[in-house]
């Protein structure tokens, strides 16, 4: 049997049920068709720096699988043609599960079974299928914590090894070249290919150094942004270069091996399953990247400051903190979850500009923008979406720096005009004495800018605006 194996958000080997049930049965073709229109699965076109990623993960891909069949265009007319070139009589897929990826994954499904074909859809990317997971009424969870109570006792197989025996027919195609993915003119992602190694042999070597070094204090000091106890793997499980069953498994594994590990491993697991919830919640509320999931927040008094949000998209809002995490955004493709809160705070309730702004930023910006966890977590922050953040609690810019990056390591890697200031002034430039900055060489409003809005009257604000919408 020949089975053409359509890749998506699972560009593996390993752990793919899709290509090893393929390989199993016969000759397999894998195929990756590029819709430039409606990314990887939905109707959001894929960000600057997602195409980077994916660029080098699908060249990592076909170097892994000897050959991989590239088109671009509507999958539908481009299966039904390639199963008319190749004459396959099966094709196979992991399953997506955004609103835009079941309707359209469904029409090919009947397309192809129209034609005579085997069409079969498999659980790849989700440790658990969003549907299978209800309260006790019946109905889908709004809040994680009971979320997470529910799943964090399923057991779960063990992962796939990659296919034993593997015999790939790739049919003409593209060349990588031809997707024009990577930047150009200028090519802003320079040096990303030092920082990142896409792809699966990047993603189990990033797994196994996170679980040799850095899942052992994980539980604290992931909000430790000056520290290294981060696993760096959410780009690699955003496009499928390792599944979160297989980071699931390796800390699971590594805490019963190591006792001590326990507290780390399942807070580590915990945010596997924050993942899971954010697909839970757009499966079962599929207009999550677009609407308040609180309708009340529609009469929320955002503001439209255009040059307010220039100011936050580039790092210079005059609070190092904040400008010290979208500095490293810009030039890394990532920023640290902890720094992620405070920005989107800052966004959300310093400036008052609606949590979409933050949300379509972060989607061109982010190597692992993710379209159910990116807006879950930026309605979380601003309090219109499911267990969100109490909209009273408002971050200190400040406080959050000074506890977090306590030594300013943070802030003076990523704001290096403010590196000579000592660390009791280098979360609040503008407060320290004239002296100080002098000899740090800084010049409020000019080497850095001043803070564009006041703490305390950007709390107030953000609060009376909460106030009214209280009651409706």
């Known amino acids: 049997m020949t089975t053409i194996v ?36 939905n109707s959001q076109p894929l960000g600057g720096a997602g195409k980077w990623w994916l660029h080098h993960s699908l060249a990592m891909l076909a170097r892994d699988l000897g050959g991989l069949v590239l088109r671009t265009g509507d999958p539908k007319q481009e299966l039904l043609d390639l199963v008319d070139k190749t004459g396959a009589t099966a094709v196979r897929w992991n399953r997506c599960y955004d609103p835009y990826a079941i309707k359209r994954d469904a029409v090919i499904k009947t397309a192809l079974k129209d034609k005579g074909l085997e069409v079969e859809s498999h659980r790849a990317a989700l440790m658990f299928e969003p549907w299978t997971i209800e309260t006790k009424s019946g109905g889908p969870y709004k809040v994680f914590t009971p979320f ?13 090894p990659s296919p034993a025996k593997l015999v790939v027919d790739p049919a003409p195609g593209l060349d990588l070249g031809d997707l ?77 091996l190591m006792p001590f590990l326990q507290q780390d491993a399942e807070t580590f697991m915990s945010e596997l399953v924050w993942r899971e919830f954010s697909y839970h ?27 307010a949000l220039r100011a936050w998209q580039t790092g210079r809002t005059g609070y190092p903190i904040v400008d010290a995490g979208m500095r490293e955004l810009w030039q890394t493709g990532y920023m640290h979850n902890r720094v992620r809160m405070i920005v989107g705070s800052f966004l959300i309730k310093h400036l008052r500009q609606h949590w979409r ?21 930026w309605q979380w922050v601003a309090g219109s979406g499911a267990d969100a953040a109490p909209y009273f609690r408002i971050f200190n810019p400040y406080t959050q720096g000074q506890k977090f990056d306590p030594e300013g390591d943070y802030v003076r890697k990523w704001v290096p005009e403010l590196k000579d200031l000592p660390a009791p002034y280098l979360h609040t430039p503008h407060m320290a004495p004239q002296s100080a900055l002098e000899k740090a060489g800084i010049r409020l409003g000019d080497t850095y800018p001043l803070p564009i809005v006041d703490h305390a009257a950007a709390r107030k604000a953000a609060l009376a605006g909460y106030e009214q919408i209280k009651g409706a």
């Open 357 to 377: 702004h933050g949300e379509a930023w972060f989607r061109d910006t982010l190597l692992d923008a993710d379209l159910a966890s990116n807006a879950a977590s």
């Open 6 to 41: 359509w890749f998506r958000q699972d560009l593996r080997l390993a752990d793919n049920p899709a290509l090893t049930a393929a390989a199993s049965a016969g000759t397999v073709i894998p195929v990756f068709i590029w819709d430039e229109m409606a990314d990887l699965t």
């Open 281 to 307: 919640l757009l499966y079962h509320f599929p207009d999550l990247p677009t609407e308040n999931w609180k309708r009340t927040f529609d009469a929320y008094p955002w503001v439209e400051d255009a040059a």
């Open 180 to 256: 024009a993915l990577l930047p150009q003119s200028p090519d802003w992602a320079e040096g990303w290919d030092r920082m990142w190694t896409p792809g699966e042999r990047g993603a189990h070597k990033r797994l196994a150094e996170f679980v040799e070094t850095g899942l052992a204090g994980y539980a604290e000091k992931r909000n430790r942004p000056d520290l290294p106890n981060v696993s760096r793997l959410s780009p690699f499980l955003r496009y499928g270069n390792i599944s979160p069953r297989q980071a699931w498994v390796a800390a699971s594994d590594a805490r019963d």
């Open 148 to 160: 997470w109570r529910a799943v964090r006792e399923i057991g779960l197989d063990r992962p796939l």
